[in-house]
């Protein structure tokens, strides 16, 4: 083997090396990015402490529906929530796409349940509103705004 055969074999080892290396960090780096997600993320039961409207079950059921007017957000925040326990028995679009900020309505008179839900999504509680609707057979609705992209479900 000449030298520069050698040199060659060494450079294409060390570019293997360090490629190797570098996906080796990226790998713990996302590990520890979700480990510390993980655990400084709230952790809500999506169990409703009081029943006031006699609704069937003991999860949250909750609509989302969409006041952005962006294509799958109202979607993905179904998936979102639930993968986190929570029954979204209603999609769609709101009354207008001009909402601009994200927030959770109370339909049965249980706030706390409406807080668990504000929580999950990163709503913060001010935009936690109460507006009754005994006709209307869930404990809240989730109102995605524009401001939808500081949702957790955008951000992880």
Known sequence: MTKKTRRGEKRRSRRLENLLLILLVGSVGVLLYALGVRLLAPRVDPVREANPAHLVGDIIQLEVRNGCGVDGVAARTTRYLRAHG??????????????????????????EAARKVAAVLGIPEERVRQQIQPDLFLDASVIIGKDYAQLTPFRE
């Open 86 to 111: 929570f029954d979204v028995v209603e999609v769609g679009d709101y009354t207008s796409f001009d909402v601009p900020y994200s927030m959770v309505i109370d339909r049965v008179g249980d706030l």
